[in-house]
């Protein structure tokens, strides 16, 4: 949806609470308290009453919303500008365009929408055939590094470690794109602490169906991988070769890295998962064209919550 399509369907708050209203109506309201999933609605309140126990709840509740003092207008044109541009939009950037006092409601707004799309995509499982690869994002110093010695290379403390994961199918006489041998499906991005195989087996069996074929390079992190799915391929890559033995896992770390130096002067590594969970569920749904922000709309109401409980 373009800009002056937005404008024209959600002009002011009301017609936002509207849309907020019909989406959680054709989905259904359950009561905090009871369970109870018949409700009235009180127009004079603006809020559901259960028809049980008669507990009332506001449009926001048990929503991404939920506890929020910014209108709903405020949400809505955040999902606007994160679905409706290829890149993204800093809170920051996104303070100015309101014209809101402060900058942490906002900020903590828009992490909430990327931490939903987060826990969105985690219900997706990778199968066919999978590239397996390492990034590394330039991140800030963690705070209990600050003064130690800065470390060089992979160890460093201003690199941030992710595992990134990619349906790749290999499309047989011809190529897709610019020159590419392989089909890109879904992406799956995860900040992890270390490159030991303890943590990155488990990832795997995690987000990838049993039945995958991997392809990967031929680090000892992937040594147990063999036995998580049907048949792992390592090899040993030469540096000049991996961006054609892996091509789409290179290009979502490229794309993404790019992405966090456009709009970020630095990222916290504590929030980069974030980041990548926006990156990713964009491009993962590529094709949706307008009918994406509906998708954020209607995940936003049926994601409860969970970021205030992961960072306070």
Partial sequence: MNLLNFIAHYPDESSCKAKLKSIRDKEGVVCSRCGGTAHYWKKDKECYECKRC??????????????S??????????????????KSFSALELQRQLGHKRYEPVWYMLHKLRSMMGRRDAGYILSGMIELDEGFFSTVKPEEDRDK????????QKKSKVLVMAESTPVEGKTTGKGKPRKVGHIKMTVIDDLK????????????????VIDSDHSTSYVKLEDTVKEHRPQVIPKTEVGKTLPWVHIAISNAKRQLLDIYHHTDPQYLQNYLNEF?????????????????????VMYKNQFRHKYG
């Avoid at 990713?280 to 936003?300: H, I, Q, T």
Wanted: aromatic share 10%.
């Fill in 54 to 67: 008669g507990y009332r709840q506001g449009l926001k509740a048990n929503t991404e919303m939920h506890s």
């Fill in 149 to 156: 010695p800065l470390k060089r290379g992979r160890g460093s």
């Fill in 197 to 212: 195989s303890e943590t990155i087996t488990p990832l795997v069996e995690k987000h990838v169906s049993n039945e995958s």
């Fill in 69 to 86: 003092n910014l209108p709903i207008r405020y949400w809505f044109i955040a999902m606007h500008l994160l679905t409706g541009t290829k």
């Fill in 280 to 300: 990713c569920y964009k491009f993962n749904r590529r094709y949706f064209g307008e009918k994406l922000l509906d998708r954020v709309m209607l995940a936003s």
